[in-house]
């Protein structure tokens, strides 16, 4: 039975991280990550992980749009249509990252940490999350309490925590 991403988040981030190693090795896959407002923790959650290396090769910290377009391929009309923090370009992101660094799946986010930046349409701790693979991503948006430093964690958490759900969905469990 797949875990719900619910049960998953509030398991503490290492043994997140050591269980989706786990699931990446039974399934055979690399996974890479896109991160915007998380500045690369979700990667370090990743790699805080011995043996990390057998099944994360690369990821990318893509803070501004220009980074998103130069190194993911983010289309720079999505960027100006829907803003960075938006379904579409963490979409592209996702697909960015898993075509550029050949991993077969992949966790994107970006989003509004704080304190500043936040509007009505995208309150301080709106984070758009994708994850997936280069050609089937999907994408939710989460809204998280708190300040800068707990919004980047709980998107840190939720991240693995959907990479974890998923890989768990394919019936095997961890």
């Known amino acids: 039975m797949e875990p719900s991403v619910e049960s998953l988040k509030n398991l503490d981030l290492s043994l997140l991280a050591q269980r989706l190693g786990k699931l ?7 996974v890479t990550t896109a991160e915007s407002c998380t500045g690369g923790g979700i990667a370090e959650a990743i790699t805080s ?4 290396s057998a099944y994360f090769s690369s990821g990318y910290v893509t803070y501004s ?17 829907h ?18 660094s050949g991993a077969d799946i992949g966790v994107a986010v970006s989003g ?5 930046g936040g509007s009505d349409e995208k309150p301080v701790g709106t984070v758009w999350l994708a994850w997936g693979s280069a050609s089937a991503p999907r994408a939710e948006c989460l809204h998280f309490p708190g300040d800068r430093h707990a919004v980047r964690e709980q998107a840190v958490r939720q991240a693995v925590a959907r990479l974890v759900a998923d890989l768990d969905g394919h019936g095997e469990t961890a």
């Open 112 to 116: 509004v940490a704080g304190p500043d």
């Open 49 to 52: 992980v011995a043996g990390s």
């Open 83 to 100: 803003g960075a923090v938006s379904e579409a370009v963490v979409k592209a992101m996702v697909a960015g990252a898993c075509r550029e």
């Open 24 to 30: 990446c090795r039974q399934h055979g896959v690399e």
């Open 65 to 81: 749009n220009a980074a998103k377009s130069r190194m993911l391929g983010v289309e720079e009309g999505a960027l100006e249509m």
